[in-house]
C-alpha cells in the first residue's frame, strides 16, 4: 500500500538524472495526485484531457507541453481520451548546469515547436538507447539541456515570495496522513486536527487542488487499493476490511462507481 504520494525519484546512472514515462492513455480521471521536488514536462500527443496544476486547471490537447514546477501538485485527465508522454528533469542536472530552478517559476502551459520537437527527439533516444554506444549518454543530456534551457529563456518567470503555497502544505500533510491510515476509520474532523486546520479550511481547499473532496479522495484510495488486493487473489471481504470498509454493501456500490465494475470482476469466483 502507498503510504504518501510525495514521489521520490531514483535515477540508476548520476549521469543521466531523468524519467521519461512514454505514453499513457486516460479514458477518466486519473486517481492519484501528486508532488515531487523534481520538475515535470508534459507532452500532448493526441485525445484531450486537462492537468490540474496547483489548484488551477488546464486544458490539454494535442501538442501542449505543460510544465509542473517543483513540490507543485498535480494531475492528468480526461473525460474521454488523451495520450500524452512525460519527462521528468532531476534537479540536479539542472544544478550541475548553473540552471536556478528554485529561483525560476516555469509557465505552466506552452506551446513552442522548438520544445516539441526536441520532446520527440528525447522519446527516440530513450526508446533507441544503447549503453554500447560511446555517445549515448551525451545525446541524452544535450537534448534534456536543450529543452531545460529554452524554458529558462523563453518560458519563465523569476520566482517572487514564499514559494511554498500555505494551502498546499496542509493538503500534502491531509493527503499523506490519509495514506498512512487508509485501513483505519478517518473522519474529517481526525485528519483536520491532525494537521492543525479547521475541517471547513481542508474541506475547500482540499477540493480545490486536488479535485475531490476528501471522502471521495479515501474512497478512491480505498477502491485501488481493494482493486489490487483482488486481482492478487484476495476475496471480496477480506479486500474491502482490509481497506477500512467496514460494510460490504457500502463497498460494493462505491466500488461500482468508482472503478465502473462490481468487486466480483476481480475477485476469483472461489472466493466471493
Not at 140 to 145: G, I, K, Q, S, V
Amino acid at each position: 500500500m502507498l503510504l504518501s504520494n510525495y514521489e521520490t525519484h531514483q535515477f540508476p546512472n548520476p549521469l543521466l538524472p531523468f524519467i521519461y514515462h512514454p505514453f499513457y492513455c486516460l479514458t477518466q480521471q486519473e486517481i492519484d495526485t501528486n508532488w515531487h521536488k523534481n520538475i515535470e514536462i508534459l507532452c500532448c500527443f493526441q485525445g484531450k484531457g486537462y492537468v490540474r496544476c496547483g489548484g488551477e486547471v488546464y486544458d490539454f490537447t494535442e501538442n501542449d507541453i505543460v510544465v509542473v514546477n517543483s513540490d507543485l501538485l498535480h494531475t492528468v485527465g480526461s473525460s474521454t481520451c488523451v495520450a500524452y508522454c512525460c519527462f521528468i528533469v532531476g534537479s540536479s542536472f539542472c544544478i550541475e548546469n548553473g540552471i536556478r530552478t528554485e529561483e525560476l517559476v516555469f509557465h505552466n502551459v506552452i506551446r513552442d515547436g522548438v520544445i516539441l520537437e526536441r520532446m520527440k527527439e528525447i522519446a527516440h533516444i530513450h526508446n533507441t538507447f544503447d549503453s554500447r554506444d560511446p555517445c549515448a549518454v551525451a545525446d541524452y543530456r544535450y537534448a534534456a539541456l536543450g529543452i531545460l534551457r529554452r524554458l529558462c529563456r523563453e518560458h519563465s518567470s523569476p520566482r517572487t515570495g514564499n514559494p511554498a503555497d500555505f494551502s498546499s502544505v496542509y493538503i500534502k500533510k491531509a493527503i499523506s496522513y490519509i495514506r498512512t491510515n487508509l485501513t483505519k476509520k478517518l473522519s474529517l474532523d481526525d485528519i483536520a486536527d491532525h494537521i492543525g486546520i479547521s475541517k471547513f479550511y481542508l474541506s475547500r481547499e482540499f477540493k480545490k487542488l486536488t479535485g475531490n473532496t476528501v471522502v471521495s479522495f479515501i474512497n478512491i484510495l480505498r477502491c485501488s487499493e481493494a482493486k489490487r488486493l483482488m486481482e492478487k487473489g484476495m476475496s471480496v471481504s477480506s479486500a474491502a476490511y482490509a481497506c477500512g470498509f467496514e460494510n460490504l454493501s457500502y463497498f460494493s456500490r462505491t466500488f461500482q462507481r468508482i472503478i465502473g465494475v462490481p468487486p466480483s470482476s476481480y475477485a476469483p469466483k472461489t472466493h466471493t
